[in-house]
């Protein structure tokens, strides 16, 4: 039976999914094929769930199901990054029939590079969220108690606020990034967890922030109070890892699902990180 | 004595809230969620939070008005003193978003913007963008990542939360927990836990809900001995775009704006909805409502939504229930430039443009208004008592429930733009009391002997292996998953007949039984997030079984439970009289059905069932009045029922009347 989908193409009873796993850290990893029936409204979050409910492949074996990552499935919370056919996005998001219309025959489903590999297409993005600890992405009020309220601010600066405060930490642009490498370290025989974190977050403190923490720098800097301490979030933009890394490839902006001008706030870094170090070098 | 700490479960606003908060009080937290604290479902909120403000003060709006909407969309059926005490909070909980940093719109001259929501006349709702959600979840997330440098607060992100670790007094000492990556299973030591897990959608398969709102957490302590309130009260919002996985929130202001609701009048017919004839189409809200149309309030727009597919059989499509909502009559430039935001939504997940094809609607399951039983101390004035360690405590001692997950702030229905303040609140409150209660504490948990813990851990590793070695091919855990949705869906929705509710109620023994037979496909240690599903799948039914029995034995209607068969009547007679006498009938069977049914559900769990038992509500501070919307001689009702408090007022020691001096005409409240 030809159906049709909701936008009125021709649909298949079936297709075939694609998947790059990988059974754990430092594993190989191998593609298996999938097929699963077509359904109406589907996006890659349903199919997978469809493939963990009946875990066959192709060829009829049993194999264990695939591991994802997800939670609000309306794109909002980041969890779900994957590149599929190719392209870094979430798959939450990502409708079936449009993949399919790219590529009618199969979709394919791969984790992110840039992240250590945990489980087929889950990673670990822990360094993303050290990043942040290291810009200090927050407003450093005295206290929560009840001291009325915040400074009042201007239509214009909610409305340039707002988008940059939209990232969801997804990793889609440090996917894309050519100078974000990737890090990744196991722990040693006899190393306790502690230890072992505390080497990570050592080693994740020298490699490259990454598009989005430079442009929560950027953020909170803007912040009325926020800016109270822009001076240490620029230490860190001019530290090791930091913005100097940045080629200028603008790929990160290309792939934001939220659309973040990414390329701005690196540029807005850029100068003030450059009138930071002249002052720093006069008030020696 | 070593030093005492406070374990929270749960990185949504609640949870956050409290951590940064006891974090300031000098506390070591430990926080844990099954995903990062920032990608907690708080993060898919989008209208607002209310408060009092300035503005709407001088229009006559304040705390008490906000307490009073509150209390009356509920339809009093929560405790009067932690409402009161929160509405009282709510200017200053927004301004210490403010402080936070959080993207508020702003009005012309840089105040906070507001909007009006549903159940209020009043402009209350703060917002920011469409994401008030993530914006005050990431304000909070931020703290407590500034805290988490300062090393006061440790994250346990991607760990499971199994149950709390009791002692032979059945005090709380902690939890024991599994590591989603590695699978271990390990206890930790905690002077206090605080529950702060959310809702539990997932129970009804597909909802408004994240993926990890299965009340996992909160059935786990329920099954440990805390009692479940209110159950059978769930939220159903009338539109929402049903997917595949999800059912995504469509808001209101679709049909504020001109939308129509419509099916063929053929079931299923099979035409473009385009090229389906003006008169062969079925405007039911239309017609059956032709004074408020396509507004209907939305409980009934809900209802009807649900009767025209479920019993009229009209569903737009076979395989599933759905009904045209239709913005093709209006200009498309107009619809972009008024709704645009949400028109995207729809565009991007449906993949059709709503401005040239009909969307196609149905209600879905959006908040759970029960969770666990929750204590508090009233003060004199009726409040709350700061810094009780009584306030938020389940009934076991050093467990407490904040956020979503507790039952106390919004009885039989919630406003909307409430919860979220009822979230940053009782995250903010209860920190204090914790504060308090460690102090009070002569021995720290660090200090108790580790066998406590080990037999904790031992048997949660004993089920675990149990369940990774269950027999092949045996029951699937996802389908069973599927079929409990269908069932809740059917029965403890939107209508609620007691013959459904009591075959639902069998059923789900028996879908229990079969669950208990589930095969796992992935019966390795590492990252194995069949057994992680299969274990809160297993955990549904508890809470499943409270709401069915809770919804069966509540025979009224009241905000969100809706039984056709108990419903009060509208008045039907012919003559001043007649009415008159009719409305002093309906307002003694108000009166005596207040008496029997304005009582929290209280479930206890005896090992297989629940037991339910109810539980008197405070209703001290404001009357209980009724909620008259859309009944036929409702002025007479309320005139009546005027009368009557009058009446009470004047006699020494009678009923003191609503503070305010006034009640509040008909009208319906909305989520
Ligand atoms: C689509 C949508 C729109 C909404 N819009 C609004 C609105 O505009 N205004 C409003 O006031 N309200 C709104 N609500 C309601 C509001 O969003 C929620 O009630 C609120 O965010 C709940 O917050 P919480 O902190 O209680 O829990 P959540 O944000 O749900 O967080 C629960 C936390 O508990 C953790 N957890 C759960 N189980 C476990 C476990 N077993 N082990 C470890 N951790 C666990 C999770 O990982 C998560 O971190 C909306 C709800 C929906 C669904
Ligand atoms: S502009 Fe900088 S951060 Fe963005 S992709 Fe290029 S190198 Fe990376
Ligand atoms: S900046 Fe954009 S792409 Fe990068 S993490 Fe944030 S939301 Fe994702
Ligand atoms: S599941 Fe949240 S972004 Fe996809």
Sequence with gaps: MAATSSNGHATPDAFEVRILRQAGPGQHSYWERHRVKYEHDMNVISVLQRIAANTKTVEGKSVAPVAWDCNCLEEVCGACTMAINGHVRQACSALVDHLLEDNPNEITLEPMTKFPALRDLCVDRGRLFRSLQRVKAWVPVDSYYDLGPGPKQSREEQEAAYPLSECMSCGCCMEACPQYMKVELTQNEGENDADFETRQQEAYDGAFLGAAAISQAVLFNANPTGKNIAGERLDALMGEGGIQVCGNAQNCVAVCPKEIPLTTSIACAGRSTTRHALKSWFDR | ?671
């Design chain 2, 1 to 671: 004595m070593a030093k005492q700490r406070v374990m929270v479960i749960g990185g949504g606003l609640a949870g956050l809230a409290a951590s940064m908060k006891l974090a300031e009080l000098g506390i070591d937290v430990d926080l844990m969620s099954l995903t990062p604290a920032k990608r907690s479902h708080s993060v898919c909120a989008q209208g607002g939070i209310n408060s009092c403000n300035d503005q709407t003060r001088q229009l006559g709006d304040s705390e008490w008005k906000h307490f009073d909407d509150t209390v009356y969309g509920g339809d009093f059926l929560q405790h009067q003193p932690p409402v009161k005490e929160m509405t009282d909070w709510a200017p200053k909980v927004i301004e210490l978003m403010d402080r936070l940093g959080v993207t508020f719109n702003r009005t012309q001259e840089g105040f906070i913007d507001r909007r009006r929501f549903g159940g209020t006349l009043y402009k209350r709702t703060a917002f920011a963008g469409a994401t008030t959600g993530q914006q005050l979840l990431y304000a909070l997330d931020e703290q407590v990542r500034r805290w988490e440098s300062d090393g006061k607060v440790t994250k346990y992100e991607f760990w499971d939360f199994l149950g709390p670790v009791l002692d032979e007094n059945g005090v709380c000492l902690g939890c024991v927990a599994q590591d989603l990556v590695t699978m271990e299973i390990r206890s930790f030591r905690a002077d206090a836990v605080v529950l702060a897990t959310g809702g539990c959608g997932l129970i009804y398969g597909r909802s408004t809900m994240s993926m990890v709102c299965t009340g996992s957490a909160v059935s786990r302590s329920f099954q440990a001995g805390a009692r479940y309130g209110n159950g059978e009260f769930i939220q159903v919002h009338p539109t929402a775009i049903p997917g595949a996985d999800k059912l995504r929130l469509m808001s209101e202001s679709a049909r504020g704006e001109g939308g129509r609701v419509w099916v063929p009048r053929t079931s299923q017919d099979p035409r473009d909805p385009k090229n389906i004839p003006e008169k062969e189409r079925y405007y039911f809200l239309e017609e059956r409502y032709p004074e408020y149309g396509n507004l209907v309030p939305r409980d009934i727009a809900t209802r009807e939504i649900f009767d025209t597919c479920v019993n009229g059989g009209l569903s737009v499509e076979a395989g599933r229930q759905c009904v045209y909502l239709d913005l093709t009559h209006i200009d498309a430039d107009e619809l972009t430039r008024k709704l645009g935001g949400i028109l995207s939504i729809y565009e991007k997940f449906q993949g059709v443009d709503p401005r040239f094809t009909p969307m196609k609607i149905f209600p879905a399951v959006h908040y759970s208004m029960g969770g666990l039983w929750a204590d508090y101390e009233r003060t004199a004035e009726g409040g709350l008592q700061p810094g009780s360690p009584r306030n938020q405590v389940t009934d076991i001692p050093n467990l407490y429930a904040i956020g979503e997950c507790d039952y106390q702030y919004h009885g039989g229905n919630r406003l909307g733009a409430n919860s979220l303040l009822s979230c940053i609140f009782s995250g903010l409150f209860v920190a204090p009391g914790l504060e308090n209660l460690l102090k009070s504490q002569s021995s720290s948990a660090a200090d108790q002997d580790a066998s406590l813990y080990e037999g904790a851990v031992r048997q949660h590793q004993e089920q675990h292996q149990a369940l990774l070695k269950r027999p092949v091919g045996k029951e699937n855990p996802y389908l069973i998953h599927q079929e409990l949705g269908d069932l809740m869906t059917k029965a403890a929705t939107v209508v609620r007949r007691n013959d459904q509710l009591e075959a639902a109620y069998s059923a789900c023994i028996e879908l229990h039984e079969r669950a208990q037979k589930c095969s796992l496909s992935d019966t390795g240690n590492w990252t194995n997030q069949n057994v992680v599903f299969t274990k809160a799948l297993l955990d549904m039914f508890p809470l499943a079984k409270s709401i069915l029995k809770g919804a069966l034995q509540r025979d009224e209607c009241r905000g969100a439970h809706f039984k056709p068969g108990f419903k009060m009547p509208s008045l039907t007679g012919e003559d001043a009289g007649d009415r008159r006498r009719e409305a002093e009938a309906w307002c003694d069977r108000f009166d005596a059905n207040n008496e029997k049914w304005l009582k929290s559900t209280v479930a206890t769990w005896n090992d297989t069932e629940p037991d339910i038992d109810y539980e008197d509500v405070d209703t001290s501070l404001i009357t209980p009045r009724p909620r008259l919307y859309g009944l036929a001689g409702a002025e007479v009702i309320e005139r009546v029922w005027r009368e009557r408090q009058a009446a009470k007022a004047d006699r020494p020691g009678g009923n003191r009347a609503t503070k305010s001096g006034e009640t509040a005409t008909a009208g319906a409240a909305t989520s």
